[in-house]
């Protein structure tokens, strides 16, 4: 199962089926991007380290419940280790625990990979000037979202919008930022670190 023109969705029905290498072969070829995404949410290497391995828990024990008509391996296994490392967060805060639902998981895949496209972008300029492209209402539910760890609900109580409403501007603005992001960098720009003071 390491063979690397294995696609991940034969990784994840083979997962599904109790395959451990299976998820080792996944693990390695996605360990790296979700361990920068939990480290861009935690800012500690140990603590970055547990949410990937709680993440590849979970994948473990609901690779039966992928959906590939919602959206890509990639983009539902880093959903779910970005919701163990906003658990995680919330646990060292002392807040409540938001165990991710499944729904809540398939609202975040509503744009095809639109999530992993950004989240393997998270620490450069890029980003920091795509999001600020966005229109506001656009602009601050995905900073709620997927900076500030809240859930689309709790998004939705904060600014008293409809949960649908919130739902919408975060698919919009996925959109928006998998098209921006998309676009060819220009000739000499390389990635930039992205300033967490700004």
């Not at 451990?20 to 603590?47: C, E, F, M, N, W």
């Not at 229109?135 to 600014?159: C, K, N, S, V, Y």
Request: charged share 25%.
């Amino acid at each position: 199962m390491t063979d690397l023109h294995i696609g991940d969705d034969v990784l994840i029905s083979a997962v599904a089926g109790g395959d451990h290498p299976a998820l080792l072969a996944l693990y390695d070829r996605h360990g790296r991007v979700a361990y920068g995404l939990a480290y861009r949410i935690l800012g500690d290497a140990g603590a970055a380290e547990e949410a990937v391995q709680d993440g590849y828990l979970r994948v473990w024990r609901r690779a039966s419940t992928f959906d590939a008509a919602r959206g890509g391996v990639r983009s539902w296994l880093l959903t779910i280790v970005h919701h163990c490392a906003i658990d995680l967060l919330r646990r060292r805060t002392g807040a409540p625990p938001v165990i991710a639902g499944l729904d809540e998981i398939a609202d975040r895949q509503a744009v095809p990979d639109a999530w992993s496209d950004v989240s393997q972008r998270l620490e450069s300029e890029r980003v920091h000037t795509a999001v600020a492209t966005l229109p506001g209402e656009q602009r601050r539910a995905i900073e709620m979202a997927f900076f500030d760890g809240l859930t689309h609900r709790e998004i939705a109580e904060r600014d008293g919008l409809p949960l649908g409403t919130v739902k919408g501007r975060l698919r919009l603005g996925l959109r928006r930022l998998h098209g921006l992001l998309a676009e060819p960098t220009p000739a000499g720009e390389g990635p930039v670190e992205f300033n967490r003071g700004t």
